[in-house]
């Protein structure tokens, strides 16, 4: 056993549930994790890159730590939604970590998953790939969870080190309450699969990074308890302005139209992982 603290994770660009009536600001969690590689070589992997909304944010970001893109050594997709991937071409050096199933399924998601647009399979061949799934380790103290449901190929990081276990969940657990009411609110692959993905998920971790909310921690009575200070500010009104208004409601939770259709793909799913398998065995065996 190492004596080392283990890799540390940290929260480059907040992820936030704020949304409008006029579109979604898709604000996701980037995170970023140093540790050592098995060589003992410092390695920096960022997780989820996030939209071009946010670009000067992530770039900002990461030189008041003193870095820069080319600093990032790794690049991990959590799923390749159109909030989390549209980044990926400010770290084009550095490899890029997916689910195979995610990527297979970028060359021709459903047309009703306004989230995967067309051109998604598109941009992640320009990176250097390298497929990801559970139990792989990315460096020491650092591994991937499947997390399937709200996309076929969800992967969540888990992060361990003297602190506990720490997860990155993507939006396999889009906001803390989701650990509670266990209802993801946006499906695109599967409920159930989404289901079990937001209990081993909360099974899991002590402290999860959720895809869109701040890093939280569930107490013994069951309540949520944030281990960040809440920063958001909103530029360009005040809450004089007319016609500004404010609202806690949250949509229920929605299941991609046409879902049902996916369920005939399943098997082709089933099939690659079959095979991927089989290959694991030969080269391992
Ligand atoms: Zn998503």
């Given at each position: 056993m190492s004596t080392a603290p283990g890799p540390a994770i940290e929260v480059l660009l907040d992820g936030y549930g704020v949304n409008t009536n006029l579109g979604l600001t898709a604000l996701c969690s980037v995170l970023l994790i140093e540790g050592t590689d098995a060589a003992q070589r410092p390695t920096r992997i960022l997780v989820d890159p996030a939209h071009v909304g946010r670009r000067t944010f992530l770039w900002e970001a990461l030189a008041a730590r003193g870095?820069?893109?080319?600093?990032?050594?790794?690049?991990?997709?959590?799923?390749?939604?159109?909030?989390?991937?549209?980044?990926?071409?400010?770290?084009?050096?550095?490899?890029?970590?997916?689910?195979?199933d995610e990527r297979h399924?970028?060359?021709?998601?459903?047309?009703?998953?306004?989230?995967?647009?067309?051109?998604?399979?598109?941009?992640?061949?320009?990176?250097?790939?390298?497929?990801?799934?559970?139990?792989?380790?990315?460096?020491?103290?650092?591994?991937?969870?499947?997390?399937?449901?709200?996309?076929?190929?969800?992967?969540g990081i888990t992060v361990e080190n003297s602190d506990g276990l720490s997860l990155i969940t993507g939006d396999a657990l889009h906001y803390a309450h989701v650990a509670l009411t266990r209802a993801n609110p946006l499906v695109f692959w599967d409920p159930d699969q989404a289901v079990a993905s937001i209990d081993r998920a909360v099974s899991l971790a002590d402290v999860i990074y959720p895809?869109?909310?701040?890093?939280?921690?569930?107490?013994?009575?069951?309540?949520?308890?944030?281990?960040?200070?809440?920063?958001?500010?909103?530029?360009?009104?005040?809450?004089?302005?007319?016609?500004?208004?404010?609202?806690?409601?949250?949509?229920?939770?929605?299941?991609?139209?046409?879902?049902?259709?996916?369920?005939?793909?399943?098997?082709?799913?089933?099939?690659?992982?079959?095979?991927?398998?089989?290959?694991?065995?030969?080269?391992?065996?």
């Open positions: 870095l820069g893109p080319a600093d990032i050594d790794m690049v991990v997709l959590t799923h390749a939604h159109w909030d989390h991937v549209q980044n990926i071409d400010v770290f084009d050096h550095a490899p890029l970590f997916v689910h195979p399924y970028a060359h021709s998601p459903h047309r009703e998953d306004w989230a995967t647009p067309a051109w998604t399979g598109d941009i992640l061949e320009r990176m250097d790939i390298r497929e990801i799934e559970d139990g792989d380790e990315l460096i020491p103290g650092v591994r991937v969870v499947d997390l399937a449901g709200h996309t076929v190929g969800s992967v895809g869109h909310d701040q890093p939280f921690r569930l107490t013994a009575d069951r309540s949520i308890e944030y281990v960040r200070p809440f920063c958001l500010t909103i530029t360009g009104a005040t809450p004089d302005r007319p016609g500004l208004s404010f609202s806690d409601e949250r949509a229920a939770p929605w299941n991609m139209p046409g879902i049902a259709d996916l369920a005939g793909r399943k098997a082709e799913f089933e099939a690659a992982a079959a095979a991927r398998r089989a290959q694991r065995e030969r080269a391992s065996g």
